[in-house]
């Protein structure tokens, strides 16, 4: 096939290429002649490429935006000034008709110009004249369009938008402090304090060897547990936490084993305990002493942390019970062992953090575990029990309670130097702990106080800065633990006095002890007590005996089958009405005879009595029989029963007569 374009043949084969019909066009936009478009409209079959592309000159839209914006500018300058006139002239009116419409003017101008460059530049349809008009007025307000017809509010949306600042720039108005609730768990300090993720269950341990269970959703006014155990004998809790999914609970006690129940108290898993004998702790399969801390990974389900006073910070798996996972062993300065005296997980559960007897702050990988990762040699006095490594929820703020009576918090990025420090929080026990708000925005921790001098404050400061901001006067005692839920947004403290406290808004907070306070107490029941004192005496005469008394239990077992006693309801009546009851039965006279009168077995008296009842007065009065037949009845005359008696004797032999 060929083609003339102007003076140039192109010789081709077939049907012809994309790139030779762009290069076609390319050479016939060149060339400018008219004639060449008839030439490609004869050939190829249609009238031409469509409308030329349009070029966009960058500087003059450029140039007019600037000016639109000045020119919007000066518009919000010019209302702003009029409004400030009007408020400012409120008894005395004023004119403004002169600026009003020099701004209409200013308006039309730089619409039609804006009007005519859509024209010229912009590409697409154009836009309604309504929506010009409120783009600008709604320029610079955040949020969703409104429907036709409605206008948006500036002095509300203004107020909302500072509530909303306030609440977020004041995290003091978050914190649930205006009710509480008091649980009391016994005599001694409460040490250990859980919540389940979902908050329905609580968990509290203390120094008097109980772990004791708490339902919220299961729980009336009185506040009972409805269970309470021992699982480790004779040894402290130290610490207690539910797992990732709530199914199993972690218990730290002062042995060497760490156990783990599931939610009703049955045990589930007992970690092994070491060697004691040999050196090196890393060759034994499990903890050699006394345990002080421990934790689930925030991830993995199965996996625990434990430490003790071996010198060892020690992950166990759920599934094997017989060794250890792995082995962290803390280090000092000169490369001796160290006591850990708390451990935790960071919040992504990559790091194992420990604080140390020696006021240290070690953080390994979890996957590596012979060198720390970050390491502060003098986080705290040495000496002093680090009780408590908290991290922030965004993984990157490290909070420490010492026992040098300081809370610090660090920055994981750069662990040389805390971030910033509170000292003067008094802490009398080793298990005192820190935590952080569920926005992340505070840090709340517990002071301890000694008897008669001031009451146990939970504090609350600042992350940022920590500067105290809120307060809360507990009891008369030490703030042990403390613990922040972020689903139920309640505050459970445990107290030095066996108490674990509750705080919660039924405004800010969810659930948990909401369910419970609502709730009327329920009856208490007589316990199982004998009427009087009995005495026993097993080898007296039968005469002297006295007869075994029952138990009220006994007792109440037999009155509940009295149906007096026990109040018996009375039965459906299936039967015509009785005792002024009616039943559904037929109403007319035969059924009431045959249901009432033959049915009725309640006379069971005999039926020869019954009839002899009436023959005295039948004899002395005659009214129906006797006189009728008393001119012609003959009298009666009845043998004696004597007499026959004494002939029958008579006629039978001997031996036949009665035996008297």
């Known amino acids: 096939m060929d083609f003339y374009l102007g003076e140039t043949f192109i010789l081709t084969f077939g049907v012809p290429e994309v790139s030779d019909v762009i290069a076609m066009a390319d050479h016939s936009s060149d060339a400018g002649d008219s004639s060449n478009d008839g030439d490609i409209s004869s050939v190829m079959g249609f009238s031409g490429f469509g409308k030329k592309a349009r070029t966009f000159d960058l500087e003059a839209m450029f140039e007019q935006t600037r000016r639109t914006a000045i020119e919007r500018s000066q518009r ?12 400012s002239s409120v008894s005395r009116p ?10 209409m003017s200013r308006k039309q101008e730089a619409d039609s110009s804006s009007s005519s460059d859509s024209d010229s530049d912009v590409i ?28 948006r509010s500036t002095a509300d949306s203004d107020d909302d938008d500072d509530d909303d600042d306030d609440d977020d720039d004041n995290p003091v108005k978050k914190i649930p402090d205006t009710h509480e609730i008091t649980l009391q768990h016994g005599t001694k300090t409460v040490s250990a304090l859980a919540l389940d993720p979902s908050g329905a269950r609580l968990v509290t341990g203390s120094f008097d060897y109980d772990v004791k269970f708490w339902d919220f959703a299961g729980m009336d006014g009185a506040l009972h547990a409805f269970r309470s155990l021992q699982p480790c004998e004779c040894h402290q809790i130290r610490a207690l936490q539910y797992s990732v999914t709530g199914d199993v609970i972690l218990v730290v006690a002062g042995n060497s084993q760490a156990k783990v129940l599931d939610r009703d108290g049955f045990q589930v898993l007992e970690c092994v305990k070491g060697d004691q004998y040999i050196v090196d702790m890393a060759n034994t399969k499990g903890h050699t002493a006394m345990l002080n801390d421990g934790c689930w990974h925030p991830k993995i389900k199965e996996e625990f942390l434990t430490c003790s006073n071996d010198g060892t910070v020690r992950t166990w798996d759920l599934t094997s019970e017989k060794k250890h996972k792995s082995v962290f062993k803390p280090r000092s300065l000169q490369g001796k062992k160290v006591t850990p005296t ?26 590596l575990s012979v060198h720390t990762k970050f390491h502060c040699r003098q986080a705290h006095a040495p000496g002093s029990d680090t009780s408590c490594l908290a991290f922030s929820y965004d993984g990157v703020t490290l909070a420490s309670r010492g026992g040098d009576d300081t809370l610090k918090t660090w920055d994981i990025r750069s662990f040389r130097k805390p971030l910033n420090v509170v000292s003067g929080l008094t802490s009398f026990f080793p298990m005192t702990d820190c935590c952080f708000s569920p926005d992340d925005k505070l840090l709340v921790t517990g002071t301890s106080v000694r008897k008669d001098e001031g ?5 609350f400061f600042e992350r940022q800065s920590l500067q105290k901001v809120y307060e809360i006067e507990v009891a008369d005692t030490s703030v042990v633990r403390c613990l922040w839920h972020p689903k139920l947004n309640q505050i459970m403290v445990g107290t030095g006095n066996g108490l674990a406290k509750v705080y919660y808004d ?6 948990g002890a909401m369910l419970c306070v609502v709730k009327s107490k329920r009856k208490e029941k007589h316990a199982e007590t004998l009427t009087q004192d009995y005495i026993i005496t097993p080898h007296a005469l039968p005469m002297f005996r006295e007869a075994r008394q029952r138990s009220t239990r006994k007792q109440l077992e037999k009155d509940r089958l009295d149906p007096l006693k026990s109040h018996k309801p009375e039965p459906p009546v299936s039967g015509p009405g009785r005792g002024g009851r009616v039943a559904a039965h037929g109403g007319t006279l035969s059924s009431f005879i045959v249901k009432n009168i033959a049915l009725d077995k309640t006379d069971d008296s005999n039926p020869r009595e019954a009839i002899l009842r009436h023959a005295k007065e039948a004899a002395e009065n005659p009214y129906w029989v006797a006189p009728a037949y008393k001119k012609t009845q003959p009298e009666p005359l009845f043998a004696e029963e004597e007499d026959e008696e004494e002939e029958g004797d008579k006629d039978q032999p001997e031996w036949k007569k009665r035996k008297i």
């Open 76 to 87: 919000a300058l010019e209302e702003r000034q009029k409004q400030e006139i009007e408020e």
């Open 94 to 103: 004023v004119s403004h008709t002169e600026k009003p419409s020099t701004s």
């Open 124 to 151: 697409g349809p154009p836009l309604p004249p309504q929506k010009e008009e409120d783009e600008d007025d709604d320029e610079d307000v955040v949020g969703p369009p409104l429907p036709p017809g409605y206008k």
């Open 342 to 367: 708390c451990c935790t997980y960071s919040r992504d559960g990559k790091l194992i953090a420990a604080g140390c007897q020696d006021g240290t702050i070690q953080i390994w990988d979890r996957n």
């Open 455 to 459: 009451n146990g404050k939970l504090l």
């Open 506 to 511: 039924p405004v800010k907070s969810q659930r």
